[in-house]
């Protein structure tokens, strides 16, 4: 899906909303258990409830790996049920050496058929680099997460660059940049706004004024609206660009809506509220 | 495998070496792929060549994921036919919120049975919490690693902790720690040597000292020697502590050995002349 696409879809729809498939079988209705592949059920279950009001889907690949070789054709089968009109994203955090990150993306891009796919960055441009190389996908950098987590590093502060020729004066150095923003800065030029995105954790929405400074032009993969508490309000008004920019995701809050036999119907109203706020910030 | 079973196994074996299954179908000896499953042929063979000089297997789980579904189960059956004498380590740099990093956890540990997995630090200690919480297994973290990209992040210096009271004088702030120094000393508090191991690639074997100065007892996965340059005897010499805290891994160098018939015996060789190399550092 290009960005374009993408764009209209938004436009259409009126929605920025992504729908997290973090299905775990613990969580799901108990009658669903009775029935045969009751994960492929629900998934699928879930997109017929939702598709009307989201423009994409992101599978938590984590989910699905932990019940082995079937959990992995559960997610191709699930990819495959969500069509092409839906920006379908594999939240795997992958990044390896570049002979290995090649795997991954033929592993996400070829046999998955994601249409993008979350990339970790720590280990540098080598292990990106191989993501942005697939022609018509996207690479979602990890940029500001929205977990407790994201202070122990992504909030560092870098020495300012040239911090060396200090000398005897009332005149402070400007303090160095975070390491979150620096990566921004840095993977921003690996790629194009066609083909690169980053995750911005939507709990820390008062930081999005100065990521925009950095990347006005890039989608954001906004995660941690719902049940990790972000404000869809305050990542509306500070992360929106001209082309919207946002794909806003809720995973618990819509697919657990209800654990009963209305979770279809509940799994539909919680995201056609979501698109409903949407549609109002979209102005 | 607790820290004094590997510990145990170095020892009677002269030998620290990790054989790293990167097994690729386009690279295997093509007489293979008239045999039934030859990706799974080619492991077993691999394993039973090497498992005299290796104390450790390394599964690139990019190679196997790369293969969809049935890829997981060769994981699997490989990590089976080991067996309990060798550590095994799932290769997956993995790391997302903690509800997720529970998942991955559930994934390599339960359902894998490895014995170790590879975390990457960037998100923080949420997500690398549930693997730690995990009783007899090992999480190794991403310090320094092997890759040019080691370079854009890891390396990056970090602002001095009270840059702020600078005031007029010829004294220059001491300068900060770099980022994969602090992931090193920061993640080292979150785990024991008994739950916790490093990668640090072999190709920087010259930080190898003031490595050692911030973590000198944890054992240290170190890729990058053979295809991608780095010198056994340097990180032999920098990184050895006294209960050896080294597994340094081969991957191409070995399973590639030979691209013929004579692969087994030239996997054979290959390992066994790490191993010779290696007892002669053990001295």
Redesign the interface.
């Known amino acids: 899906m290009t960005r374009q696409q993408l764009v209209e879809q938004i436009q259409r729809k009126k929605s920025y909303l992504c729908v997290g498939l973090?299905t775990?079988i613990l969580k799901i209705p108990k009658y669903l258990l009775n029935k045969p592949d009751p994960v492929l059920t629900f998934n699928k279950a879930i997109i017929d409830a939702t598709r009307d009001f989201c423009v994409a889907y992101k599978i938590?690949t984590?989910?699905f790996?932990?019940?082995?070789?079937?959990?992995?054709?559960i997610m191709?089968e699930t990819f495959d049920y969500i069509g092409n009109d839906h920006l379908k994203i594999a939240?795997a955090?992958?990044?390896?050496?570049?002979?290995?990150?090649h795997?991954?993306a033929?592993?996400f891009f070829?046999?998955?058929k994601a249409d993008a796919v979350t990339v970790?960055?720590?280990?540098?441009?080598?292990?990106?680099r191989p993501f942005l190389e697939y022609d018509g996908k996207w690479t979602i950098v990890?940029g500001l997460?929205?977990?407790?987590?994201?202070?122990?590093?992504?909030r560092?502060?870098?020495?300012?660059d040239d911090?060396?020729p200090?000398v005897?004066?009332?005149i402070?150095?400007s303090?160095?940049e975070l390491?979150y923003e620096?990566?921004l800065r840095?993977v921003s030029c690996w790629g194009t706004i066609h083909n690169l995105m980053f995750v911005i954790g939507a709990t820390q929405a008062s930081d999005l004024g100065s990521i925009r400074s950095i990347i006005p032009d890039h989608f954001l993969l906004v995660p941690g609206v719902g049940a990790?508490g972000g404000s869809l309000a305050e990542v509306s008004e500070y992360g929106m660009n001209k082309e919207t920019g946002l794909l806003v995701n809720a995973s618990r809050a819509v697919i657990y809506a209800s654990d009963g036999e209305d979770f279809v119907e509940a799994a539909a109203n919680a995201a056609k509220a979501y698109a409903a706020e949407m549609a109002g910030y979209l102005g």
């Open positions: 973090d775990d938590n984590a989910f790996e932990a019940m082995g070789a079937r959990g992995w054709e191709e939240d955090k992958r990044g390896d050496i570049g002979n290995t990150s795997q991954y033929k592993a070829d046999m998955l970790a960055p720590y280990m540098g441009e080598d292990s990106i990890l997460t929205s977990n407790p987590g994201s202070n122990d590093f992504e560092l502060r870098l020495d300012t911090v060396a200090l005897p004066s009332l402070q150095p303090r160095g390491l620096r990566v840095t990790q």
